[in-house]
């Protein structure tokens, strides 16, 4: 570690001692980085000194949230090629991409609390339609039997 | 939140704490944490009059001798001001993650 002290400058007297461990050029060296992260000077050098913790959590967490977006960002490139490939099927006529997905990836709770009531909804709505055919069905193939329906 | 020490004196109310800025000013000054052991008569007042930069930078040095006087229980806060001396330094090198930001660090005995 680099000193002030006469004696390192002029080579040293062979004194055995070692440099003192300097706090200030430990903090020199690491205020840049803190900076990058966001925090400001005079944070770092007159704020509560244990807000550096704080912001590396936050620099952890801001990784994180990055990470996923990357993650999440490759997934719909790939779901996309892979909705949009059969078009590039070679010998396939009138070949139809598949619709690219109606929303994003659900990833907070209200989000997935949304998706789910959507998902129900259009379950509840299909078994309705599902049903309605049925009848519509059932009611030709008894009024095929010479049978009649109420209300004709 | 940083560790402080809080207390009145002759009506006025004081807090005592380190910042990065207030080392590194009393390193300047020739302050070294290391010698508090071999030399305590002189560097234990400098400890406790660094304490006063933060928040009191321009209280006279013959008022911060006289709290210093007038403290109890000496060890006691001796010891907490050298746990707050190191708490700027500490709070940069929290585990556990490998993050950019540790402070490398090695012993030299």
Known sequence: ?152 | MAKVIRFSFEGKEYVLEFTRKTVKEMEHEGFIARNVDDMPMTMLPALFAGAFKAHHRWVKQDVIDRIFAAMPNKDSLIEKLGEMYNDPIVSLMDEPEDSEGNVDWAASW
């Open chain 1, 1 to 152: 570690m680099v000193t002030d002290s006469p004696s390192d400058e002029a080579g040293g007297g062979g004194s055995g001692r070692t440099s003192p461990l300097r706090y200030g050029e430990l903090f020199d060296e690491v205020c840049p980085w803190y900076m990058s992260i966001g925090m400001s000077y005079s944070d770092f050098w007159d704020g509560d000194c244990e807000m550096a913790k704080f912001y590396r959590e936050k620099y952890e967490i801001e990784r994180e949230r990055k990470n996923t977006e990357l993650w999440m960002e490759g997934a719909y490139i790939y779901e996309a090629l892979l909705d949009a490939s059969p078009m590039f099927r070679d010998f396939t006529k009138r070949a139809k991409p598949l619709p690219y997905r109606d929303s994003p990836v659900a990833i907070t709770k209200r989000a997935i609390k949304r998706k789910d009531e959507l998902n129900k909804q259009r379950m509840l709505e299909q078994g309705r339609e599902a049903m309605r055919a049925m009848m519509i069905e059932f009611n030709k193939k008894f009024e095929k039997k010479g049978g009649k329906i109420d209300g004709d």
